[in-house]
Nanobody, 124 residues
Framework: QVQLVESGGGLVQPGGSLRLSCAAS????????MGWFRQTPGNEREFVAR????????DYSDSVKGRFTIARDDAENTVYLQMNSLKPEDTAVYYC?????????????????WGQGTQVTVST
């Protein structure tokens, strides 16, 4: 059974940093593309970043580009999201996801497996 478990969320002041982790179990995902999404109450799940398994190509939403970095460790079956220069508008529940598609786009529907989410709150 595939399971994704996120960790690393919490409360941080504006300008601070957090590193989210997503540990996968049940199978290896070295040949899968992986992504991070976020969601706030009353809103749809929003694309944040993805990393393709081919060449480790990365893609970011405009709102986080230059501040967030996605990376993967296939030996550990884990994907990370390093978040720097955090802003109050980054406050959300963050979800990791795994796609069975070779090159998924930014739509949540293209990701087959999801974690339970971890809360990130950016506030003074």
């Amino acid at each position: 059974q595939v399971q994704l478990v996120e960790s690393g969320g919490g409360l941080v002041q504006p300008g601070g940093s957090l590193r989210l982790s997503c540990a996968a179990s049940g199978r290896t995902f070295s040949r899968n593309s992986m992504g991070w999404f976020r969601q706030t109450p009353g809103n749809e799940r929003e694309f944040v970043a993805r990393i393709l398994w081919i060449g480790d190509n990365t893609d970011y939403s405009d709102s986080v580009k230059g501040r967030f970095t996605i990376a993967r460790d296939d030996a550990e079956n884990t994907v990370y999201l390093q978040m720097n220069s955090l802003k109050p508008e980054d406050t959300a529940v963050y979800y990791c996801a795994v796609s069975e598609m070779i090159a998924p786009d930014r739509q949540p529907s293209q990701y087959a497996y999801w974690g339970q989410g971890t809360q990130v709150t950016v506030s003074t």
